[in-house]
């Protein structure tokens, strides 16, 4: 009896939304506010305080959550201790990663992963956008570049270059840039900014850029610069291959942009179960390579 609602009630207190609470749960909301009703007779204490766009809280509830959130972590650590020595992991992880990135880096490496340890369950979703972990149950997700302050814990798991590059075509018909202002006299293929960072004197110099092309895709992009288009500025996961096989020159290389880091970030209160910590391992060994 004493666990009925605490599952419930924890997942509405993360995602202080009854509706999304039961997503996660894969249960009816009406089923969770059953439950919440049930629990909060059984208490005899108010725990959330509801209008028709918010859930919240009260004072109570939020000492209450501390503790069952304890409870549950400790109740999949000790399912994960048993899965551990048996030597094979097992379970669901949900996991969110940016679209091009995890399509070429993280999937084939998850995917290998998964071939390995063949119980596993792992869920990815490619987005350019940051997912809010709580509310929608996320295990871990991949971030780069600098991170917002949040909440989260975050471990980096590799580095990110940026490249300015041409086909060697382009390079003959048009010239070298020497320096970042030189890009004025180039056409540049421009994504999503209109400005591109470099280095300069260990300081970071911005260059405003244009060009005839302008598209939120850097395949697209890529295309564009492979068809002696135009110069553009894109991360290694994109032109790496290019680069090995001689179809675009790097150029301003003396001037490239810092690298910026690949994280792989999970929320404060969730445990690290030995199943995250593994392809946390994985992933960083392959992408530090």
């Known amino acids: 009896m004493k666990w009925q609602g605490v599952y419930e009630f924890v997942a509405v207190a993360e995602t202080q939304s009854f509706s999304a609470a039961a997503k996660r749960l894969n ?12 629990l909060e007779d059984r208490l005899q204490v108010k ?36 899965t551990s020595l ?27 992963f998964v071939r390995r340890y063949d119980q596993l369950e792992v869920e990815t979703e490619l987005r350019n956008h940051p997912a809010d972990m709580v509310e929608e149950g996320f295990d871990l ?11 989260l ?25 020497s ?16 400005h591109w960072l470099f280095t300069e004197k260990n300081k970071e110099k911005r260059i405003k850029v244009n060009g005839n092309i302008r598209c939120n895709s850097g395949i697209a992009l890529l295309d564009a610069a492979l068809k002696d288009i135009g110069i553009v500025q894109l991360s290694d996961f994109y032109v790496d291959d290019c680069l090995r096989k001689g179809k675009l020159v790097t150029l301003l290389d003396n001037f490239r942009e ?28 392959h992408l530090s390579l």
């Open 153 to 177: 814990i975050a471990k980096k798991i590799g580095m990110r270059h940026s490249y300015v590059c041409a086909s060697p075509r382009y390079i003959e018909k048009y010239g070298k840039p």
């Open 86 to 112: 048996r030597g094979t992991p097992q379970g669901k992880i949900k996991l969110a990663a940016p679209v091009t990135f995890g399509e070429r880096k993280i999937q084939p490496l998850i995917n290998d």
């Open 27 to 38: 249960i009816s909301t009406a089923q969770v506010s059953r439950q919440i009703s049930a």
């Open 179 to 194: 320096t970042p202002a030189d890009l004025k006299h180039h056409n540049c293929l421009v994504g999503t900014r209109e």
């Open 47 to 82: 725990l959330f305080y509801r209008t028709t766009r918010k859930v919240a809280l009260t004072e109570e509830a939020e000492l209450y959550y501390q503790h069952c959130r304890l409870l549950l972590d400790g109740l999949d650590t000790a399912e994960e201790a048993i």
């Open 141 to 151: 997700a991949i971030r780069i570049g600098r991170l917002e302050d949040s909440t």
């Open 258 to 285: 810092s690298a910026e880091g690949i994280w792989a970030v999970y929320p404060q209160n969730r445990y690290l179960s030995p199943k995250l910590k593994l392809l946390i391992d994985h992933l960083t060994k």
